[in-house]
């Protein structure tokens, strides 16, 4: 059976609407493309962030390096990258991860939580702040992630067995000088004199207590206004001889920042010192720009330290902290400071192999000298990179592994971790000269 005749219409609608059909796909053949991200599709909103596939142990760094603290962070991570640089036969270089917490608890943990979630960070270096420190800290424990805080918090290390802490505190710094002190320097019998600061009263406080845990005196205490800048009414008052012709009064008993502790020369009455005899060494707690202030005022109360005044007076010796280890301190303050005795984490001329290595390793990463805090970071991934090799490259052996670092030697004098997980180190000792300091210790 023959197909029923066409109406003469349909041709030309048929026609007309092919015409249409491939105009529409010419146009839309002429639309931009939308490009793919690079390596695929993105995902979700709601889905885990991805990590790249790279084999390299990580080692996540949280550090301010924005806001006002921006330049120490900074610092820390030249020290830190310095280390990382660093390679040696048989391991594979680390990767860092760096994290700007912007001085901010809060994107401070939130850094850390995204780094926990990387499978390959194995450790987190930081933060500094104290103010940041606790809650990234015990964030750190929660997680099982192992830290070692470069804070000078305090207590840092008692959120669990996953944290450490590796920072210069003020328990080191007098209990070095005080172990000197008692031995190769012969001295015994002690006079403080402080800035009135809360850090100035506890190392005040803690130096009061190591003399006399080790049997020592003390027989003087006053401190200074941290703005004061002629200090010969404080010496006068540490000698008692500020109190000569005035009346004593309750005030005047009151040790700023050194609560329930009597001045000892106002104990009973004003007693009047004699320097070097009553004590051979006066502990100033302060950077080198005030103890360059303190040292004549000292001399010119006749309190005969840097030997001004030859075999007619006993000799003092000053004693002061790592602020005051700076190449200013004789310039600034004069011969009267020469041999002054300084106690330190880091001594750059040193000859030794850990600062000799971790000079070379800093000027590759630098144009600058390094401090301290660089010294520290270095000590810290250095550390951990032990541990790495030690354990291999899981959180879990990385954090046994940090507790146990047989051999390990920083350029800070860090020795590892003790039971506490806090840094152990044997600090310099240092003699103030006209050209710079000499090593007195170890």
Same mark, same amino acid.
């Given at each position: 059976?023959?197909?029923?005749?066409?109406?003469?219409?349909?041709?030309?609608?048929?026609?007309?609407?092919?015409?249409?059909?491939?105009?529409?796909?010419?146009? %839309?053949?002429?639309?931009?493309?939308?490009?793919?991200?690079?390596?695929?599709?993105?995902?979700?909103?709601?889905?885990?962030?991805?990590?790249?596939?790279?084999?390299?142990?990580?080692?996540?760094?949280?550090?301010?390096?924005?806001?006002?603290?921006?330049?120490?962070?900074?610092?820390?991570?030249? #020290?830190?990258?310095?280390?990382?640089?660093?390679?040696?036969?048989?391991?594979?270089?680390?990767?860092?991860?760096?994290?700007?917490?912007?001085?901010?608890?809060?994107?401070?943990?939130?850094?850390?939580?995204?780094?926990?979630?990387?499978?390959?960070?194995?450790?987190?270096?930081?933060?500094?702040?104290?103010?940041?420190?606790?809650?990234?800290?015990?964030?750190?424990?929660?997680?099982?992630?192992?830290?070692?805080?470069?804070?000078?918090?305090?207590? %840092?290390?008692?959120?669990?067995?996953?944290?450490?802490?590796?920072?210069?505190?003020?328990?080191?710094?007098?209990?070095?000088?005080?172990?000197?002190?008692?031995?190769?320097?012969?001295?015994?019998?002690?006079?403080?004199?402080?800035?009135?600061?809360?850090?100035?009263?506890?190392?005040?406080?803690?130096?009061?207590?190591?003399?006399?845990?080790?049997?020592?005196?003390?027989?003087?205490?006053?401190?200074?206004?941290?703005?004061?800048?002629?200090?010969?009414?404080?010496?006068?008052?540490?000698?008692?001889?500020?109190?000569?012709?005035?009346?004593?009064?309750?005030?005047?008993?009151?040790?700023?920042?050194?609560?329930?502790?009597?001045?000892?020369?106002?104990?009973?009455?004003?007693?009047?010192?004699?320097?070097?005899?009553?004590?051979?060494?006066?502990?100033?707690?302060?950077?080198?720009?005030?103890?360059?202030?303190?040292?004549?005022?000292?001399?010119?109360?006749?309190?005969?330290?840097?030997?001004?005044?030859?075999?007619?007076?006993?000799?003092?010796?000053?004693?002061?902290?790592?602020?005051?280890?700076?190449?200013?301190?004789?310039?600034?303050?004069?011969?009267?400071?020469?041999?002054?005795?300084?106690?330190?984490?880091?001594?750059?001329?040193?000859?030794?192999?850990?600062?000799?290595?971790?000079?070379?390793?800093?000027?590759?990463?630098?144009?600058?000298?390094? #401090?301290?805090?660089?010294?520290?970071?270095?000590?810290?991934?250095?550390?951990?990179?032990?541990?790495?090799?030690?354990?291999?490259?899981?959180?879990?052996?990385?954090?046994?592994?940090?507790?146990?670092?047989?051999?390990?030697?920083?350029?800070?004098?860090?020795?590892?971790?003790?039971?506490?997980?806090?840094?152990?180190?044997? %600090?310099?000792?240092?003699?103030?000269?006209?050209? #710079?300091?000499?090593?007195?210790?170890?």
């Amino acid at each position: 059976m023959s197909d029923p005749p066409q109406h003469p219409g349909s041709a030309r609608l048929r026609a007309a609407a092919a015409l249409l059909l491939a105009a529409l796909l010419a146009a %839309l053949a002429a639309l931009p493309a939308t490009a793919a991200p690079a390596g695929g599709a993105a995902p979700p909103p709601s889905a885990p962030p991805t990590f790249r596939a790279d084999p390299r142990p990580a080692i996540g760094v949280i550090v301010s390096l924005s806001g006002r603290f921006g330049s120490a962070g900074a610092y820390v991570l030249d #020290g830190i990258r310095a280390a990382a640089g660093r390679e040696t036969a048989g391991r594979p270089p680390v990767r860092l991860e760096v994290r700007d917490d912007g001085g901010d608890p809060a994107r401070a943990v939130a850094a850390l939580e995204e780094l926990a979630r990387d499978p390959g960070v194995v450790a987190v270096l930081g933060p500094l702040l104290s103010n940041v420190a606790p809650d990234v800290t015990r964030r750190a424990e929660e997680l099982g992630v192992p830290i070692v805080s470069l804070s000078q918090k305090e207590d %840092l290390a008692s959120a669990g067995p996953h944290v450490f802490s590796n920072s210069l505190s003020s328990a080191d710094q007098v209990r070095a000088l005080a172990d000197w002190a008692f031995g190769a320097g012969g001295l015994s019998r002690f006079a403080l004199l402080y800035p009135a600061t809360a850090m100035g009263g506890e190392m005040a406080g803690l130096m009061r207590a190591a003399v006399l845990e080790r049997g020592g005196s003390i027989a003087a205490i006053a401190s200074y206004g941290p703005e004061e800048t002629d200090l010969r009414g404080a010496v006068k008052r540490l000698l008692g001889s500020g109190y000569r012709g005035a009346k004593v009064g309750p005030g005047d008993r009151v040790l700023a920042h050194l609560p329930g502790i009597v001045p000892p020369q106002l104990d009973g009455g004003v007693k009047v010192l004699a320097p070097g005899v009553d004590f051979d060494a006066v502990f100033v707690p302060d950077g080198y720009k005030r103890v360059s202030l303190v040292g004549p005022a000292l001399v010119h109360e006749e309190v005969d330290i840097g030997d001004t005044y030859g075999r007619d007076r006993p000799d003092v010796k000053l004693l002061t902290v790592a602020a005051a280890h700076h190449g200013d301190l004789v310039r600034r303050g004069g011969s009267y400071l020469e041999g002054a005795v300084v106690v330190d984490a880091l001594h750059l001329e040193d000859d030794g192999e850990p600062t000799q290595h971790f000079l070379a390793a800093f000027a590759a990463q630098a144009d600058r000298p390094p #401090g301290l805090l660089e010294a520290i970071a270095w000590d810290s991934a250095r550390a951990v990179m032990a541990a790495i090799d030690a354990a291999g490259a899981s959180r879990e052996g990385v954090t046994g592994a940090l507790s146990h670092l047989p051999g390990f030697q920083g350029v800070t004098g860090m020795t590892g971790f003790g039971p506490g997980r806090e840094a152990t180190r044997r %600090l310099y000792v240092l003699a103030a000269t006209r050209d #710079g300091f000499t090593k007195l210790a170890p």
